[in-house]
């Protein structure tokens, strides 16, 4: 079974920065995908970045220049850098892995951007 636990969240002013973690246990072998999605009150679930296990990574172009999502493969772990923040940013943001077709999710972390 594999537990994704994410931290990091928290309040931020307008042109901040935050970073999250994003650790996960169990068995997740050699090739998946990680990726951070962020869901505001009354929108959808949406992807924000992912990466792959080789390492190529994909963005949605409202965080692109903005965010930067990395990997530790020691460590089973991502990270989502998060800079020059915007108050359309807030919402809670969710880790999730993808191995072998299945995606497992963490309990997300609230990110809120206001001054």
């Known amino acids: 079974q594999v537990q994704l636990v994410e931290s990091g969240g928290g309040l931020v002013q307008p042109g901040g920065s935050l970073r999250l973690s994003c650790a996960a246990s169990?068995?997740?072998?050699?090739?998946?995908?990680m990726s951070w999605y962020r869901q505001a009150p009354g929108k959808q679930r949406e992807l924000v970045a992912a990466v792959i296990s080789g390492g190529v990574t994909n963005y949605a172009d409202s965080v692109k220049g903005r965010f930067t999502i990395s990997r530790d493969n020691a460590k089973n772990t991502i990270y989502l850098q998060m800079n020059s923040l915007k108050p359309e940013d807030t919402a809670i943001y969710y880790c999730?892995?993808?191995?072998?077709?299945?995606?497992?999710w963490g309990q997300g972390t609230q990110v809120t951007v206001s001054s």
């Open positions: 999730k892995v993808w191995v072998t077709g299945r995606d497992y």
């Open positions: 169990g068995n997740i072998g050699s090739r998946n995908v």
